[in-house]
T-cell receptor, first 113, second 111 residues
Framework: NAGVTQTPKFQVLKTGQSMTLQCAQD?????MSWYRQDPGMGLRLIHY???????DQGEVPNGYNVSRSTTEDFPLRLLSAAPSQTSVYFC????????????FGEGSWLTVV | SQQGEEDPQALSIQEGENATMNCSYK?????LQWYRQNSGRGLVHLIL?????REKHSGRLRVTLDTSKKSSSLLITASRAADTASYFC???????????FGQGTRLTINP
């Protein structure tokens, strides 16, 4: 199993541009989520999904869209990038039933100039 | 606001000493998990403790949970330089469908 795969690893955007961070998992996990991590901070939940066709907002959803058309994929879209969205983004997945380990991707470093 | 709050924010000790990190949370939980993050990498699961458990061990790790105080601690015994990392607690709240992380403790082990 490849686990959780995120692309791209690094990206520089200009203010106002849009882009999509890709996330895929091959563990047949129902639950997928996106977090952002700012310097010296913990992870803040952006959006999450408990299955194909179901998404919900986390703590900091503004400026981001998600969709879950398949179990495997959970892309994160930045609609109009702002410097405040400069961060490291982590995708994660786990089996839906509580108490299961969450598996993280290696992160996507995004800089908005 | 974050469900979990770690304390201290940073900890620096000598190799061989024990390291203790604490986590407090606000609402009732199903379980609490601890994760480790090496610089520039994703988070890696260390240990999970369920709400009906009080203590759990895994190798050099010992986790305690006090649901009455809504707090947990992570003890790393006989620390090694390779334990240098950030450690995060994450709570799986009752009735919620999301895992919420604290801000982490940055642990430095000095050789």
């Amino acid at each position: 199993n490849a686990g959780v795969t995120q692309t791209p690893k690094f990206q520089v955007l200009k203010t106002g541009q849009s882009m999509t961070l890709q996330c895929a998992q091959d563990m047949n996990h129902e639950y997928m989520s996106w977090y952002r991590q700012d310097p010296g901070m913990g992870l803040r939940l952006i959006h999450y999904s408990v299955g194909a066709g179901i998404t919900d907002q986390g703590e900091v959803p503004n400026g981001y869209n998600v969709s879950r058309s398949t179990t495997e994929d959970f892309p994160l879209r930045l609609l109009s990038a702002a410097p405040s969205q400069t961060s490291v983004y982590f995708c994660a997945s786990r089996r839906f039933s509580g108490g299961n380990t969450i598996y993280f991707g290696e992160g996507s470093w995004l800089t908005v100039v | 606001s974050q469900q979990g709050e770690e304390d201290p924010q940073a900890l620096s000790i000598q190799e061989g000493e024990n390291a203790t990190m604490n986590c407090s949370y606000k609402t009732s939980i199903n379980n609490l998990q601890w994760y480790r993050q090496n610089s520039g990498r994703g988070l890696v699961h260390l240990i999970l403790i369920r709400s009906n458990e009080r203590e759990k061990h895994s190798g050099r790790l010992r986790v305690t949970l006090d649901t009455s105080k809504k707090s947990s601690s992570l003890l790393i015994t006989a620390s090694r330089a390779a334990d240098t990392a950030s450690y995060f607690c994450a709570t799986d709240a009752l009735g919620a469908q999301k895992l919420v992380f604290g801000q982490g403790t940055r642990l430095t082990i000095n050789p």
